[in-house]
């Protein structure tokens, strides 16, 4: 499982953070994935 997953259901957009060592922390990396790709294509 990647740190960050992006799903899409029905227009709804669900994030899942796998980084439970660091308390699921949101790190420069997933920020800048979420910056360039809001939504899955």
Excluded: F, H, K
Aim: aromatic fraction near 0%.
């Amino acid at each position: 499982m990647a740190d960050l997953e992006v799903n899409m259901d029905g227009g709804i957009a669900t994030l899942t953070m796998n980084r439970p060592e660091v308390r699921n922390a949101l790190s420069m990396e997933m920020r800048q994935s979420l910056d360039e790709n809001p939504t899955p294509t």
